[in-house]
């Protein structure tokens, strides 16, 4: 039997009632599964299909296993649109990953297709130490 050559996870991410979004994560086999690229799909309810989406707008993605979510670029300040923010979520090897913590974090750019590591010593470090995977809250929600 041939071991594939990739896995894939995939986090649904409602914009409203009506507007939802399908974010597919590709990992390679080895190494601790590094997220290799994404993909965003759109609902279309009327057809009942999927449709990819090359650009995200002003919206950044947030994914992971514990929480996934979206926030308009434009209302905070430091996000980026066309962004999807996503942190090491497998939860089964979080805590076997050795001393070097879990590696897999970043920010993917969907219009340009291109993995970014944007954070800084102190949040790399927070991340590496943590017991659990992370997960993603906004302001706005405190709010409620």
Not at 38 to 50: I, Y
Not at 52 to 65: A, H, P, Q, S, T
Not at 97 to 120: E, H, I, M, Q, S
Request: overall charge positive.
């Amino acid at each position: 039997m041939k071991r594939p050559d990739h896995m894939v996870k995939k986090y649904l991410v409602a914009l409203n009632e009506r507007e939802f979004l399908m974010v597919v994560r590709h990992f390679g086999t080895c190494d601790l599964y590094p997220t290799t690229k994404f993909e965003v799909f759109k609902l279309d309810f009327e057809n009942r299909k999927w449709i990819e989406k090359n650009m995200l707008g002003d919206v950044v993605l947030f994914v992971g296993d514990k929480s996934s979510m979206f926030v308009q670029a434009s209302a905070f300040r430091g996000c980026e649109p066309d962004y999807i923010y996503y942190t090491y979520d497998n939860v089964h090897t979080f805590t076997s990953v050795g001393t070097a913590g879990p590696v897999d974090y970043g920010v993917y750019n969907v219009k340009t297709k291109r993995l970014l590591k944007p954070y800084g010593k102190f949040a790399e470090s927070l991340i590496k130490n943590a017991e659990q995977p992370p997960i993603w809250m906004s302001p706005n929600l405190l709010e409620l």
